[in-house]
């Protein structure tokens, strides 16, 4: 029998579907929040762990920067 692999990614939204599957109105509310807001682990999952930590890093930067000069 042939494995397919799978990428953290497509794992990640294949999990994301069952559950939807299983409980579509109970994740009514989850479902407008992510609309309007945007869901941090689809950012983290597409920015990969090296630029989420630049990320973090610039935020950081910027709050310091904004506590002694602004």
Do not use: C, H
Not at 15 to 27: A, V
Request: proline content about 3%.
């Amino acid at each position: 029998m042939k494995e397919t692999k799978q990428t953290p990614q497509e794992r990640r939204e294949k999990l994301r579907q069952d559950e939807l599957k299983g409980n579509p109105t109970g994740n009514l509310g989850d479902a407008f929040n992510r609309s309007q807001f945007g869901s941090l682990s689809d950012l983290v999952g597409s920015l990969g762990w090296k630029r989420f930590g630049i990320l973090i890093l610039v935020i950081i930067v910027l709050m310091v920067f904004a506590y002694f000069f602004i």
